[in-house]
């Protein structure tokens, strides 16, 4: 059985922990998916803005109501990485080990690790840099089309299979 890489854009944190949600609920494992973010300033109080990557706000869970979110279970192995180019990054599942070890080649360097063409991880790389989230599932192609399928419910833009 083959693997296959099914890639999605977020807006935002919401629409991405819905359908980690989703995801999980239907049988995907953390191991399957990654979630890639740009870390965003915050005000520290005394120079002006600093850059953080706010992990706690993606992994708490709060915004399911108190249960445990999507993305809290991806946060085992979650790194905050700086990226040449591209500023902080929060980076949760596998891929995150593919950018800590990629980290001059950027998103676009690790997507293509995992099929994804060249134009189109620049691309991807770019809607990161723009504040979106990224989200990569990688599973065995029998269950890549429910994979699409959840992404684009959940508003997931630009899903791509490769």
């Known amino acids: 059985m083959a693997v296959k890489t099914v ?4 807006e935002n944190k919401q629409q991405a922990e819905k359908a980690v949600n989703a995801l999980r609920n239907s049988g995907f494992d953390t191991n399957e998916i990654s979630i890639v973010a740009k870390g ?4 520290n109080g005394n120079n002006g803005d600093e850059e953080t990557l706010e992990m706690d706000t993606l992994t708490d869970g709060t915004a399911t109501g108190g249960v445990i979110g999507g993305l809290a279970g991806l946060a085992i192995g979650a790194g905050a990485l700086a990226i040449p180019g591209i500023g902080p990054l929060f980076a949760a599942g596998p891929i995150a080990g593919l950018l800590s070890g ?3 080649g950027g998103i676009a360097g690790s997507l293509i690790d995992w099929g994804i063409p060249a134009e189109r991880g620049r691309y991807y790389e770019e809607e990161v ?3 979106k989230m990224l989200t990569v599932i990688r599973a065995h192609e029998q269950k ?3 994979a699409a399928d959840l992404l684009r419910q959940n508003g997931a833009k630009d899903v791509e299979t490769h």
């Open 129 to 131: 840099k723009k504040g």
């Open 144 to 146: 890549v089309q429910q």
């Open 40 to 43: 965003g300033k915050k005000n």
């Open 7 to 10: 890639i999605g854009v977020f």
């Open 102 to 104: 990629a980290a001059t």
